[in-house]
Structures are given as structure tokens and as C-alpha cells.
């Protein structure tokens, strides 16, 4: 299983951005898909996860502000993130895992928020 991350780059305060997770290997369609973010000198945190149904849940800091979807037959998870701060701020990471047991990850695009 291979997880491949693009989309990031720089952007300024306010600016959007569409990551996305490329997913090769293994049954996409089972997967729960999350994205990570770990910011320079923090610790790793889960930005938002969506389920094999569809649901979806965020982290407080970006609800309302970035939107997890996915393309089960293109085996795509993107995320979108608009009104980017600069505390947005981190190496994304997008994360995949079947049966709460067999995890596996990309090695993550840089986003940065700066003016």
C-alpha cells in the first residue's frame, strides 16, 4: 500500500488550497481515510478522518474551514482548506487504515501560510 500526498505550497492568510491523497494498493473503498498535520516543533495532530459511510469529523481549529471528501473508484481523498491562517501552518499527512488495525501513511506535503 502506497499513500502519495500533493497539493501543498504557499499561500497567504485568507488563501485556499486542495490537497490530495493518492491511495495505490489494498481496498480503497474499506479504508478509513484521516488527514494529520504536525506543525514545526509540535506534535502530530488529526486534522479530520472520513469513514468507508462517509462521515466525517474535524478537529475544532479547522471545522467550518476545511472539508474532508473522497472518490472511492479514482482511490482519491482530498481535503480542501479555505480561509487559511497561519497556524495552519504544517507538514499534512494523509493517513490510511483498514479494520482499526493495518495503518499506513504518506510522507506528507508542505503547506505555509504566510503573507
Known amino acids: 500500500v502506497q499513500l502519495v500526498e500533493s497539493g501543498g505550497g504557499l499561500v497567504q492568510p485568507g488563501g485556499s488550497l486542495r490537497l490530495s491523497c493518492a491511495v495505490s494498493g489494498g481496498d480503497f473503498s474499506i479504508a478509513a481515510m484521516t488527514w494529520y498535520r504536525q506543525a514545526p516543533g509540535k506534535q502530530r495532530e488529526l486534522v479530520t478522518t472520513?469513514?468507508?459511510?462517509?462521515?466525517?469529523n474535524y478537529a475544532a481549529s479547522v471545522k467550518g474551514r476545511f472539508t474532508i471528501s473522497r472518490d472511492n473508484p479514482k482511490k482519491l481523498v482530498y481535503l480542501q482548506m479555505n480561509n487559511l491562517k497561519p497556524e495552519d501552518t504544517a507538514v499534512y499527512y494523509c493517513?490510511?487504515?483498514?479494520?482499526?488495525?493495518?495503518?499506513?501513511w504518506g510522507t506528507g506535503t508542505l503547506v505555509t501560510v504566510s503573507s
Open positions: 493517513n490510511a487504515n483498514w479494520f482499526a488495525a493495518m495503518d499506513y
Open positions: 472520513i469513514t468507508t459511510h462517509g462521515d466525517t
